[in-house]
């Protein structure tokens, strides 16, 4: 009996102690999630995290380049960019040949068959499908002719009907095709750059079922081996995968960096891809430190291990090869007013005290460790209509002006003023940055308080205007200021995406006018002016433009920050000599 | 006793109306609208209309009610608001590492707590057993979020004995996974349990029986044994096994830290993504464990004390 627990303890401790053996032979790279993703249907790829899975299998007619910036498309699926007609409606596409889906039980002798016009405008059709309910509809919302009929018309019917035709999605021959639009729509073709439109075969949807979502059959660079919900996700890479090879231009100095060293070879570069769930962000740290993971986006906490007051990367982590990227994010912070409560509604002058007591000095300091850039105005630096000169007036710390102003609103010192509810999700970062914003309003006489909510009751409290404040971030979807500037659109307001409830008719008119012109210098103008009156009217106080901290191993190559990630990983590379060589260090 | 088990088994009928109707009146009263934060930040007001008709929110209150009652009953749970997956497969795939994780740390920190509890009894009022009242007090007083962060920083990132967090399906592979956190979970539990068993202990060793059994002439081993802890038994049982239905639901924080994909982090996400089917599934099937366990501790009295009888 005592040999056979001794034996057992020992088995035990030998279990624990064996780490797994680091893989020298395969270029294989681990990567982190956050969070938990959605699945792979790309209909329903509306957070970063499901769009970076969907985007390794499956493809789009559109890409982001991976090292151009500012961003710029090039043909992925599509072998060209289209054709547009002279009134900027039609649009033809031609496909790429000899694309192949993933072999799948779901096609014949359960072989990949070639890609072709007609999975398109499935696709098209199936983001359209009101029993499905995609989460990318928003894009293609009455944007295509007859689309939004057929979507009513199938709305009554148990099953929607794919075959009945739509004025506006057309094929002309096998690898051509057409589509009409309502009215210009110069986002398009970022739309067909975002996972939601990613190509699907009907066969896979249908052999699949409500299961589709867990067996993906894409045409992308690799294949989903191995789907644990919420553990990993392990892909190899795709044999059959079309001749698309890593490009030869970037943006300049990216060929001194060596991100152009792999120009010419076949993509993807890695044999195998493995995605770990890690939520909390000291195993996230702990595993990076320990050469299980390779890349990993630093946060919160995080940013003073990693960086010193210069910015730079600390000494410690230097000397083992990891090499840090900052780079400016396209999002906005802010703190939003609700432009239908009585109290903000015409009280510019109070909304202008406010922004200009709040000691965002202190803010960055505190969550960024000075890595963030204040945020002038709700276009956020690296897309068109923003303007580096442009310095908001009210986006300063200036407490005797900030009290001025409130006296000319009618609260001297605070007086009369009511105490104000500043409304944010139950995290404790997301607390402690209204009570620095609390402690910041202070000072001039303001009491703010904080509304603590679940993410339910917050969108919930948002979209039915019950707030008076509320706190958030937004994320670029593409790359273009309308995506931003819609945010203070007066149709758009709750339950749709301007949750301060802003109206300004002159801006409403200025953005119709504008977000129809394709990207010219006139379009930007116009954003620029959009962007400067919006500074002065403080429906917001403005908070910050973020910037990423990612920090990568000296093996991995051909990494440079993109905001649009779902295509990145086909063209990393992993330098298997320094891999072996640096391991030791970790 | 076929009789009581049956009637405690009926008592499951008047138990998942009264959950259903909780959990329904949550989610529709005060939850409100789950349709913003199902369909992402660029929802339309017509999308959302779409997708409450889709859901069933827009059907009468009592149909929406029925229509948990029946899922009460049937288990028939369907997919996830959220995730579009089968909430089954994600209750089994969720389940099995969780009890991984929780039995193993259950049993043994429940069989050491019971010894040194044993111990501190039969030295009760000396050196030892006030040592280990403070060493208890000292554990309990610290958060669990510290040991967690401490000992997933030192003994897996330090020393590099454990992995440092993950989770591999089958066994041996899970162990070097759930090895720091079922020692962590152990550390955690001793405090509280030590304390309760010591108490109920201490409760019956000064009976009159005890003295009894002394007078008798039997040693201090066999009377803590055989009949101090035969009798102390039921309130242990009923603590012990009361425990159990929370093991099957997770231990949140160790499955977030050490990225354990257990069944805690699933409920989590739902609170998070207004996902009632799955908020639903978690509620009923809890309540259903923990009526079947508190029958269970019910039968293990008769076995611990004959006297008791089950009417």
């Known amino acids: 009996m005592k040999t056979l ?71 992925n699926l599509a072998d060209t960019l289209p054709t547009v007609s002279e009134d900027g409606l039609t649009y033809t596409f031609k ?45 293609f919302d009455d944007k295509i002719m007859g689309l939004n009929e057929w979507r009513d018309k199938n709305a009554a019917l148990d099953v929607a009907n794919y075959e009945e035709p739509v004025e506006g999605l057309k094929k002309i021959d096998n690898n051509t095709v057409e589509i009409k639009l309502k009215r210009p729509y110069p986002q398009f ?95 996230k740290w702990q595993n990076f430190h320990k050469a299980k993971v390779d890349i990993l986006e630093i946060k919160d906490a995080n940013i003073s291990q990693t960086i010193d007051e210069k910015r730079d990367l600390k000494p410690e982590h230097k000397s083992k090869g990891i090499r840090l990227f900052l780079t400016p994010q396209l999002d906005i912070t ?6 239908e409560d009585p109290l903000f509604k015409k009280n510019i002058k109070l909304r202008q005290a406010m922004s200009l007591a709040y000691n965002r000095a202190d803010a960055n300091k505190l969550f960024y460790e000075n890595t963030a850039y204040e945020a002038q105005s709700v276009i956020p630096p690296g897309l068109g209509g923003y303007r580096k000169e442009f310095k908001n007036p009210y986006v300063k710390y200036d407490i005797e ?53 679940t993410w339910p009751e917050l969108i919930n409290k948002v979209t039915k205007k019950q707030h008076q404040m509320y706190t958030m971030a937004w994320g670029a979807d593409y790359p273009d200021a309308e995506n931003f500037l819609g945010l203070l659109y007066c149709p758009n307001q709750s339950p749709g995406s301007n949750g301060s409830n802003h109206c300004n008719p002159a801006f409403d008119e200025q953005f119709k006018a504008a977000t129809v012109l394709q990207d010219t210098p006139e379009r930007s103008a116009m954003y620029e002016k959009m962007n400067e ?27 440079k920050t993109i905001e649009f990630q779902h295509s990145q990983v086909q063209y990393l590379n992993v330098d298997l000599e320094v891999k072996k060589e640096l391991s030791k260090k970790f | 006793m076929a009789k009581y088990i049956i009637r405690r088994l009926l008592y499951l009928i008047p138990v998942l109306l009264g959950v259903s109707l909780i959990i329904f009146v949550l989610f529709n009263v005060i939850a409100g609208d789950p349709t913003a934060v199902l369909l992402g930040k660029n929802a339309t007001a017509r999308q959302m209309a779409d997708l409450r008709e889709q859901l069933g929110l827009n059907k009468s209150l009592l149909l929406q009610y029925l229509d948990v009652v029946k899922s009460a009953f049937t288990f028939d749970f369907g997919r996830s608001w959220a995730t579009k997956q089968e909430i089954t497969s994600m209750i089994k795939q969720g389940a099995y590492p969780s009890l991984c994780l929780t039995i193993p740390a259950f049993v043994i920190s429940t069989v050491l707590a019971m010894l040194i509890s044993l111990v501190v009894a039969f030295y009760r009022g000396k050196g030892i057993d ?97 009949h101090v802890l035969r009798n102390a038994m039921i309130p242990i049982i009923t603590y012990t096994v009361i425990q159990i239905p929370f093991l099957i639901l997770g231990a949140l924080l160790l499955e977030n830290f050490f990225s354990i994909p257990g069944l805690g982090g699933i409920t989590l996400n739902a609170l998070n993504s207004s996902d009632f089917p799955v908020i639903k599934a978690m509620a009923i099937l809890s309540s259903v464990i923990y009526i079947v366990f508190s029958l269970i501790s019910d039968i293990l009295y008769t076995l611990a004390d004959p006297r008791v009888k089950l009417k």
Not at chain 1, 40 to 64: C, M, R, T, W
Not at chain 1, 535 to 558: Q, S
Request: net charge neutral; proline share 6%; with cysteine.
């Open chain 2, 130 to 226: 006030l040592f280990i009242r403070l060493l208890c007090i000292a554990g309990m007083s610290v958060s669990a979020l510290a040991y967690i962060l401490a000992f997933q920083w030192f003994f897996a990132y330090k020393l590099g004995w454990f992995e440092i967090s993950g989770f591999e399906y089958g066994f041996p592979d899970f162990i070097p996974y759930i090895a720091l956190p079922t020692i962590v979970w152990i550390l955690l539990s001793l405090g509280p349990d030590v304390r309760f068993f010591r108490t109920v202990i201490l409760d019956e060793i000064y009976q009159d029986y005890v003295r009894t059994a002394r007078a008798k002439g039997l040693g201090e081993i066999r009377i803590l044994l055989k």
């Open chain 1, 189 to 283: 073709l970022y739309a067909l750059a975002m996972p939601y439109s990613f190509v699907v075969a009907k066969e896979a949807v249908e052999h699949h079922g409500k299961e589709f979502l867990n067996y993906p059959v894409g045409t992308g660079p690799f294949i989903l081996n191995k789907f644990d919900q919420s553990n990993t996700i392990v892909y190899h890479r795709n044999p059959k995968f079309r001749e698309k090879f890593f490009p030869s231009e970037g943006e300049e100095g990216d060929d001194k960096l060596g991100l152009l060293a792999d120009a010419g070879k076949k993509l993807p570069l890695l044999d195998k891809v493995v995605v770990h769930f890690i939520i909390e962000s000291q195993p």
């Open chain 1, 334 to 339: 802010f703190f939003a007013f609700n432009h």
């Open chain 1, 533 to 559: 009156t919006i500074a002065h009217e403080v429906p917001w106080v403005f908070g910050f433009n973020r910037t990423k901290l990612y920090l990568t191993h000296a093996w991995i190559k051909n990494y």
């Open chain 1, 401 to 453: 002006l900030a009290k001025k102003l409130l006296a000319e609103a009618g609260y001297p010192d605070g007086k009369g003023l009511p105490d104000i509810t500043v409304q944010t999700r139950n995290e404790p970062v997301a607390r402690q940055q209204i009570e620095l914003f609390a402690k910041s309003l202070e000072k001039i006489g303001i009491k703010i308080k904080v509304g603590m909510n």
């Open chain 1, 5 to 75: 627990m001794l034996l057992l303890v020992g088995s035990l401790i030998f279990t624990v102690g064996c780490s797994k053996e680091k893989n020298y032979a395969e270029r294989e790279i681990h990567l982190v999630s956050p969070e938990k993703i959605f699945g792979f249907d790309p209909i329903h790829a509306s957070d970063q995290y499901s769009s970076n899975e969907v985007g390794k299998v499956y493809e789009g007619l559109y890409e982001f380049h991976p090292f151009k910036r500012p961003y710029e498309l090039m043909p």
């Open chain 1, 95 to 139: 496909l790429k040949k000899g694309v192949l889906f993933h072999d799948s039980p779901a096609f014949k002798d359960g072989i990949g068959r070639e890609m072709n016009a007609d999975d398109f405008l499935y696709t098209m059709r199936r983001l359209a499908d009101p029993k499905l309910q995609a989460k990318g509809w928003w894009l």
